[in-house]
T-cell receptor, first 112, second 112 residues
Framework: NAGVTQTPKFQVLKTGQSMTLQCAQD?????MSWYRQDPGMGLRLIHYSVGAGITDQGEVPNGYNVSRSTTEDFPLRLLSAAPSQTSVYFCASSYTGSNEQFFGPGTRLTVL | QKEVEQDPGPLSVPEGAIVSLNCTYSNSAFQYFMWYRQYSRKGPELLMYTYSSGNKEDGRFTAQVDKSSKYISLFIRDSQPSDSATYLCAMSLDNYGQNFVFGPGTRLSVLP
């Protein structure tokens, strides 16, 4: 099993550009989520999904969109990048009813 | 006041030392408590998981929860250089894999 995979590993964007961060898992987990990690702030939940076709907002959803068309994939879209979105983004997955989240390796995003 | 507080460190200890890492929290409704370990430029991985108050031991690691004081601890015995990482506490209201709150993490260095 590859676990949770994320692409790209690194990305530099200019203000106003859009992009999609990819996340995939091969563990048949129902629950998937996106976090951002900033120094001194811990991991903050952006969006999550409890299954295909179902998504909901987390703590910091503004500026981000998600969709969940399959169990395996959960892409995160930045609509119009801003410097405040410079961060490390982690995708995670787990079985529903489990607090054990499996994290991907992260995407380091810089917005100039 | 932040919902979860954690000393960011860095904490440097000699190899073989006993390490104590701590978090305090404000929401008395938290029931599930976790410690994640995050190596540099990697995603977090679950290290310890406890429910309600009490102790849990796993090898060199012991997790303690004191709900009356809203205080959780992670002890590492006989610390090794391979324990050098950032340790994130996390807590949840339920066991559905949602409603997580993470602490900002404590960076630990174990010196040979």
């Amino acid at each position: 099993n590859a676990g949770v995979t994320q692409t790209p590993k690194f990305q530099v964007l200019k203000t106003g550009q859009s992009m999609t961060l990819q996340c995939a898992q091969d563990m048949n987990h129902e629950y998937m989520s996106w976090y951002r990690q900033d120094p001194g702030m811990g991991l903050r939940l952006i969006h999550y999904s409890v299954g295909a076709g179902i998504t909901d907002q987390g703590e910091v959803p503004n500026g981000y969109n998600v969709s969940r068309s399959t169990t395996e994939d959960f892409p995160l879209r930045l609509l119009s990048a801003a410097p405040s979105q410079t961060s490390v983004y982690f995708c995670a997955s787990s079985y529903t009813g489990s607090n054990e989240q499996f994290f991907g390796p992260g995407t380091r995003l810089t917005v100039l | 006041q932040k919902e979860v507080e954690q000393d960011p460190g860095p904490l440097s200890v000699p190899e073989g030392a006993i390490v104590s890492l701590n978090c305090t929290y404000s929401n008395s409704a938290f029931q599930y408590f976790m410690w994640y370990r995050q190596y540099s430029r990697k995603g977090p991985e679950l290290l310890m998981y406890t429910y309600s108050s009490g102790n849990k031991e796993d090898g060199r690691f012991t997790a303690q929860v004191d709900k009356s004081s809203k205080y959780i601890s992670l002890f590492i015995r006989d610390s090794q250089p391979s324990d050098s990482a950032t340790y994130l506490c996390a807590m949840s209201l339920d066991n559905y894999g949602q409603n997580f709150v993470f602490g900002p993490g404590t960076r630990l260095s174990v010196l040979p």
